[in-house]
């Protein structure tokens, strides 16, 4: 037999609501995929928590899973990739690897006041200039300092050296190689707000205005890179980790989006639209983020991204707390039932609106209710503002763009794209063909993808870009002035939303 063609690639995806493992031959094709659904923890109003426990236990389980479905098959795993929930914070013990607290998930809000302290400050531009970011809770700078500052004793350890701090990705990495190796990626890195992107380096100025020390630090590689071999008695055998990158990092890279102008949007717990920006860093104009979208071969791609916190949250929240909904899937068909909303407008600003607001103390809404409204027109709401949060993004993309060329298709991966009026309504918010591609599990292939070109079993970005393939295709199909209609009614909803923060 080939030997590529008994060689496959393990992807550990980490994400905000569930812990995959999947295998993948070299073209994408799934041969395997074990899943656990992640609890998410609420102990006070805004604060989101996960327990670090439950997140590597379900990742070695669902791992050996998969490597024993590898192995009664026959095929052997070449090497392996990590990709996570970005931000989510967690520092933990160097030497017996406990944690100190549990990890503050990216959508926490607990540090709102610390943001609006360091903004009057004046701190904000040098921040925007060093990270690309803009400071708001969502990142891991002000997450980390919570911690340092609450829990006892934890900042003396760290000014020890005692204290490791880690994003979901190098939190694996140290677990699954015994604590050998503290490392993370660019992309990780470039989502702390403690890490300069113009110099790749961690910045020592950004670390004083937020008091971190910088002994809590791992060290930064490329995304493709020997960063360690899991340990013999975890998964049976010494595998090469030889990728890594953030979720939405990795799934522009599963997407294919490697020329400038190139966007792709993944629709799952958030959403998060990532458009390829060529290899100038430049600061956005219009409240995007600046990111690294990837960096292989000492060659940095930079992405401006727009953050929507709240996607598939919103059909959660239907099915969980309004018991609307018995499963996800359902949301389509009782979309369908009903011609349109009935102008109501649904604002799922369950933890404050990202771009290009930022706003975290935003709240949710749902508006223009009447007699006649009724359970169908409010999920049929929340599947559209999908479509016109997505339309935010794009308008200041477009905005953003200059003399580059933004493509006129937009990729899209993530759960929601399953739902085919969601797709359906992307397509004619934005007046752009909405592509989904054959590999829907983009995230974890670009993270697979990455871990081959380390092993050798792919040689270079151009062929994971030649083995995209288009599975739907959805074209705009309303009328200019319906669009017109329809969004000049979700930016009322939003200003009514913003004029309460």
Same mark, same amino acid.
């Given at each position: 037999?080939?030997?590529?063609?008994?060689?496959?690639?393990?992807?550990?995806?980490?994400?905000?609501?569930?812990?995959?493992?999947?295998?993948?031959?070299?073209?994408?094709?799934?041969?395997?995929?074990?899943?656990?659904?992640?609890?998410?923890?609420?102990?006070?109003?805004?604060?989101?928590?996960?327990?670090?426990?439950?997140?590597?236990?379900?990742?070695?389980?669902?791992?050996?899973?998969?490597?024993?479905?590898?192995?009664?098959?026959?095929?052997?795993?070449?090497?392996?990739?990590?990709?996570?929930?970005?931000?989510?914070?967690?520092?933990?013990?160097?030497?017996?690897?406990?944690?100190?607290?549990?990890?503050?998930?990216?959508?926490?809000?607990?540090?709102?006041?610390?943001?609006?302290?360091?903004?009057?400050?004046?701190?904000?531009?040098?921040?925007?200039?060093?990270?690309?970011?803009?400071?708001?809770?969502?990142?891991?700078?002000?997450?980390?300092?919570?911690? @340092?500052?609450?829990?006892?004793?934890?900042?003396?350890?760290?000014?020890?050296?005692?204290?490791?701090?880690?994003?979901?990705?190098?939190?694996?990495?140290?677990? @699954?190689?015994?604590?050998?190796?503290?490392?993370?990626?660019?992309?990780?890195?470039?989502?702390? /707000?403690?890490?300069?992107?113009?110099?790749?380096?961690?910045?020592?100025?950004?670390?004083?205005?937020?008091?971190?020390?910088?002994?809590?630090?791992?060290?930064?590689?490329?995304?493709?890179?020997?960063?360690?071999?899991?340990?013999?008695?975890?998964?049976?055998?010494? !595998?090469?980790?030889?990728? /890594?990158?953030?979720?939405?990092?990795?799934? /522009?890279?599963?997407?294919?989006?490697?020329?400038?102008? /190139?966007?792709?949007?993944? !629709?799952?717990?958030?959403?998060?639209?990532?458009?390829?920006?060529?290899?100038?860093?430049?600061?956005?104009?219009?409240?995007?983020?600046?990111?690294?979208? !990837?960096?292989?071969?000492?060659?940095?791609?930079?992405?401006?991204?727009?953050?929507?916190?709240?996607?598939?949250?919103?059909?959660?929240?239907?099915?969980?707390?309004?018991?609307?909904?018995?499963?996800?899937?359902?949301?389509?068909?009782?979309?369908?039932?009903?011609?349109?909303?009935?102008?109501?407008?649904?604002?799922?600003?369950?933890?404050?609106?990202?771009?290009?607001?930022?706003?975290?103390?935003?709240?949710?809404?749902?508006?223009?209710?009447?007699?006649?409204?009724?359970?169908?027109?409010?999920?049929?709401?929340?599947?559209?503002?999908?479509?016109?949060?997505?339309?935010?993004?794009?308008?200041?993309?477009?905005?953003?763009?200059?003399?580059?060329?933004?493509?006129?298709?937009?990729?899209?991966?993530?759960?929601?794209?399953?739902?085919?009026?969601?797709?359906?309504?992307?397509?004619?918010?934005?007046?752009?063909?909405?592509?989904?591609?054959?590999?829907?599990?983009?995230?974890?292939?670009?993270?697979?993808?990455?871990?081959?070109?380390?092993?050798?079993?792919?040689?270079?970005?151009?062929?994971?870009?030649?083995?995209?393939?288009?599975?739907?295709?959805?074209?705009?199909?309303?009328?200019?002035?319906?669009?017109?209609?329809?969004?000049?009614?979700?930016?009322?909803?939003?200003?009514?939303?913003?004029?309460?923060?």
């Amino acid at each position: 037999m080939n030997l590529t063609h008994n060689r496959a690639l393990l992807a550990i995806d980490q994400g905000t609501t569930s812990t995959r493992a999947i295998l993948f031959s070299v073209t994408g094709k799934i041969l395997s995929i074990k899943q656990k659904e992640s609890n998410l923890y609420y102990p006070h109003k805004g604060w989101v928590e996960q327990r670090p426990d439950d997140l590597w236990h379900d990742t070695l389980s669902v791992s050996r899973a998969v490597i024993t479905d590898a192995q009664l098959s026959g095929i052997q795993v070449a090497g392996i990739g990590i990709t996570n929930q970005r931000e989510t914070t967690l520092i933990w013990d160097r030497n017996t690897g406990e944690p100190v607290y549990n990890a503050i998930v990216w959508q926490d809000r607990r540090t709102v006041d610390l943001c609006a302290k360091l903004k009057d400050s004046g701190h904000e531009k040098s921040i925007i200039e060093k990270t690309g970011l803009i400071i708001d809770p969502y990142f891991s700078a002000t997450k980390i300092a919570w911690i @340092l500052d609450n829990i006892e004793g934890s900042r003396a350890r760290a000014e020890k050296g005692d204290l490791a701090f880690g994003t979901i990705d190098t939190f694996l990495l140290w677990k @699954l190689t015994k604590g050998t190796v503290h490392a993370t990626d660019v992309t990780n890195a470039s989502r702390t /707000m403690l890490f300069n992107i113009s110099t790749l380096q961690w910045d020592k100025d950004l670390l004083n205005i937020f008091n971190i020390p910088v002994t809590l630090l791992p060290e930064v590689k490329e995304n493709v890179a020997f960063f360690g071999e899991t340990k013999v008695d975890l998964l049976g055998a010494a !595998y090469v980790i030889g990728g /890594m990158a953030g979720d939405q990092h990795a799934a /522009m890279i599963g997407q294919g989006c490697l020329k400038p102008g /190139m966007i792709k949007a993944t !629709y799952g717990t958030g959403c998060f639209a990532l458009m390829n920006a060529g290899s100038d860093f430049k600061i956005s104009k219009h409240k995007l983020l600046t990111t690294i979208g !990837y960096r292989i071969g000492n060659n940095a791609c930079y992405a401006l991204e727009g953050s929507i916190f709240s996607a598939g949250a919103a059909i959660q929240w239907l099915r969980d707390n309004l018991g609307l909904l018995v499963d996800a899937p359902q949301s389509e068909a009782i979309a369908l039932s009903v011609t349109d909303s009935n102008e109501v407008y649904f604002v799922p600003a369950f933890t404050g609106l990202g771009a290009p607001y930022w706003k975290p103390n935003a709240r949710g809404a749902i508006m223009g209710i009447s007699r006649e409204s009724n359970g169908a027109h409010i999920v049929r709401a929340a599947l559209e503002a999908q479509g016109y949060q997505s339309r935010d993004l794009i308008n200041v993309m477009e905005a953003e763009c200059g003399n580059m060329n933004l493509t006129e298709i937009l990729r899209i991966d993530g759960g929601l794209t399953g739902n085919a009026f969601v797709c359906q309504f992307l397509a004619d918010m934005l007046d752009k063909t909405v592509e989904i591609p054959a590999v829907m599990e983009s995230t974890a292939w670009g993270a697979a993808a990455l871990a081959g070109l380390q092993c050798g079993l792919l040689t270079d970005l151009e062929e994971i870009s030649k083995n995209w393939v288009c599975a739907h295709r959805f074209q705009p199909q309303i009328s200019k002035n319906k669009r017109r209609t329809l969004y000049d009614g979700w930016k009322k909803a939003v200003n009514s939303v913003l004029a309460n923060c």
